[in-house]
């Protein structure tokens, strides 16, 4: 019996699942979600691919329940039935968002809380003003490459390339490696046939980038998960890092654009913003209502058999919890009116992000530059014309062509100089040295002091 007190439905995967792959997440996810909700109601049987069978839960309470009882449920890919039964190809391209990794969000308990201490104080050390003159710098310069056009796609020539570069500085990539982690950023969470490609290649770069920051430290997050007191190896550091880039990467770019796109859709709302009646910050917060940033969270495995929403779901079979169906629910019974905090955006339990301070910096520079620079802005294309990429893992569009008063300068100047790339704060140790607590400087931050910045 369920807790209504009815006997549970007899198992809806063995009726009809829904595929959630190819055309239908391509048109309209978020009307696809309200459909399915409806329809199931807390939770839906689905398809990521033929045959690969899972949960879509939509109900809020479902949801948070889902995310939060973690002796129920796990985030160890290791469990799922699709892996143990061997009914996915090495190479199947589920596996590059879905698939395990020595890394915090593929971690339970004790291991997840190692991983999780070790990168949540380096990303504590950021120091935030920093990051946002690097970000504003970089806006400005990408601005400036298109301002005379009076035209531009704010995906592709703006929201993408700065939260990237955002990346690079912040775990310590050159220059020179703008773009191409991007774009398999990219590839990996549209699920297409070269995403296990793209998994591998990105996977290179960062092991590159970690031998290198052991033999050359730096001012970043790969030199400081390595001088970590929880004594990660490196490739636990390299997929560590691969979790900051896949969970905080995309979504970070989806929450510029949705941001974008929620002022380009309501020119009310763009002008309280223009004139100070409203801040970025509302703003930003109402683009986390739609769920779009990160509509699903990829995935919690049941750890034994469970009765669940009214459902039995078997030990290892596979649930997504769906962040835009469960916000939707709380928008349809007024809750945006409680404040912005009731949302589901961020996840929540021992696995919800560790980001918010530095994703809003980066976020709320981005959107600031392009309130404050571009006049008359408005859609070149209508909204449902947009270009999305069918994928559950990405819930803005690919592209937001604009239009606006191009302005100069005349093309050929020179942008702003570029902002310094050192965006972290003074290490703990250090601090504590500095404000006088006594004893020599720890070995291991020695190769602070050389940095420049301080
Ligand atoms: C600087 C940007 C960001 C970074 C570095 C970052 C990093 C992370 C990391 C490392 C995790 C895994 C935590 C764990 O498993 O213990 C995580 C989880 C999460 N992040 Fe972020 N994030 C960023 C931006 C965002 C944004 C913009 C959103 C959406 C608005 C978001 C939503 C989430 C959600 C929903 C989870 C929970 C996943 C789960 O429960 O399995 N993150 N983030």
């Not at 991983?115 to 990051?131: K, Q, S, W, Y």
């Amino acid at each position: 019996m369920d807790r209504t007190g009815q006997t549970p439905a007899a198992c809806p995967l063995r009726e009809s699942p829904v595929p959630l792959y190819g055309g239908l997440l391509a048109r309209d996810p978020r009307h696809l979600y309200d459909v399915l909700h409806r329809r199931w109601g807390a939770i839906a049987p689905v398809e990521l691919g033929p045959g690969v069978a899972a949960w879509l839960v939509m109900g809020h309470r479902e949801v948070l329940e889902l995310v939060r009882n973690e002796r129920a449920f796990s985030s160890d890919a290791r469990r799922w039935n699709a892996i143990t039964e061997g009914l996915l190809p090495e190479d199947s391209p589920l596996l590059a968002v879905l698939g395990w990794r020595p890394a915090l969000n593929r971690l339970d308990d004790q291991d997840h809380r190692r991983a999780r201490h070790a990168v949540t104080e380096t990303l504590n050390g950021i120091d935030l003003r920093r990051l946002g003159s690097a970000v504003r710098a970089r806006a400005g310069a990408l601005v400036h490459a298109w301002a005379a056009d009076g035209a531009a796609d704010l995906v592709a020539q703006y929201g993408d390339p700065l939260a990237w570069y955002a990346f690079t500085v912040l775990i310590g990539l050159p220059e020179s490696a703008q773009g191409e982690p991007a774009a398999l950023l990219g590839a990996l969470a549209g699920g297409t046939h070269d995403a296990a490609r793209a998994e591998a290649e990105l996977m290179r770069v960062l092991h590159r980038l970690v031998a290198r920051k052991r033999e050359v430290p730096g001012p970043d997050l790969t030199s400081w998960l390595l001088a970590h007191s929880a004594h990660l190896t490196e490739a636990e550091v390299a997929h560590n890092l691969a979790a900051v880039l896949l969970s905080g990467g995309r979504s970070t770019m989806s929450w510029i654009t949705a941001t974008l796109r929620l002022l380009l859709g309501d020119a009310r709302l763009h002008a309280a913003v223009a004139t100070g009646r409203l801040t970025v910050t509302d703003a930003a917060d109402r683009a986390l209502w739609d769920g779009s940033p990160v509509p699903n969270i990829a995935g919690r495995w049941a750890r034994s058999d469970v009765l669940f929403a009214g459902c039995r779901v078997a030990a290892g079979e596979l649930l997504i919890p769906c962040l835009a169906a469960a916000n939707s629910e709380l928008l349809r019974h007024g809750a945006q009116d409680l404040g912005s905090r009731a949302h589901v955006a961020w996840g929540a339990g021992s696995h919800g992000c560790p980001a918010k301070d530095v994703a809003r910096s980066i976020v709320e520079t981005a959107v600031e530059v392009v309130v404050e620079r571009l006049n008359a802005l408005r859609p070149a294309v209508p909204d449902t014309a947009l270009r999305r990429r069918p994928s559950l893992w990405c819930g803005t569009p690919d592209e937001l062509p604009v239009v606006f008063n191009p302005f100069g300068p005349a093309p050929g100047t020179a942008a702003a100089p570029p902002a310094s790339r050192v965006v972290m704060g003074v290490p703990e140790k250090r601090r504590g040295e500095r404000a006088g607590d006594g004893g020599p400087a720890p070995q291991r931050w020695g190769w602070w002091n050389s940095m420049n910045g301080w």
